[in-house]
């Protein structure tokens, strides 16, 4: 029984020494939050498919189901169904799903609006620009911190 507890203690001590060495060297910089590791892939992915559908026309009250045209909840709705996400049908209903996100703590994936009352949205990407689709450019990615969008942001979502 000492000889079998013995090796359990002694497995144990090397195990601990092994982390500190690896915390001390940098290699293991402590534990991994997993599920913002997940919703960052998530949200990419995201991303990565909503830019496939750049230069796609607008029209308003597009039909759900194609992609030939979009208006800009439709898009919206379009890419996060894709990737598992159900969201409401208009931009003033999307508006009230998932988390409020303050402006200061956008990350890429998050849904943000404008107007008021609101009936425009688009798909943060980072780095103060987002994914959209209006008028003539159809979907665009656009400046959240320049002219008419930044004197027209309301609020943001998080639903990924």
């Not at 992915?45 to 026309?57: D, V, W």
């Not at 450019?137 to 004197?151: A, C, M, R, Y």
Request: with cysteine.
């Amino acid at each position: 029984m000492n000889n079998l507890m013995g090796k359990r203690w002694g497995r144990l001590m090397m195990s601990v020494s092994l982390s500190a060495a690896l915390l001390t060297t940098g290699i293991l910089a402590g534990p991994v939050n997993t599920v913002e590791a997940v919703s960052a892939s998530k949200a990419q992915s995201i991303i990565s498919t909503s830019q496939k559908y750049l230069g796609t026309p607008y029209e308003f009250g597009a039909k759900m189901g194609q992609t030939r045209t979009f208006d800009c909840s439709s898009f919206v709705k379009t890419v996060f169904a894709k990737h598992g996400i159900t969201l409401p049908r208009t931009s003033k209903a999307q508006s009230k799903v998932g988390k409020y996100v303050p402006k200061s703590q956008l990350k890429p994936g998050d849904l943000v609006f404008f107007y008021k009352p609101i009936h425009h949205v688009g798909i943060y990407i980072g780095n103060g620009k987002f994914i959209h689709t209006y008028g003539k450019p159809g979907v665009t990615i656009s400046d959240l911190n320049s002219g008419w969008w930044k004197k027209n942001y309301t609020t943001a979502r998080r639903v990924s």
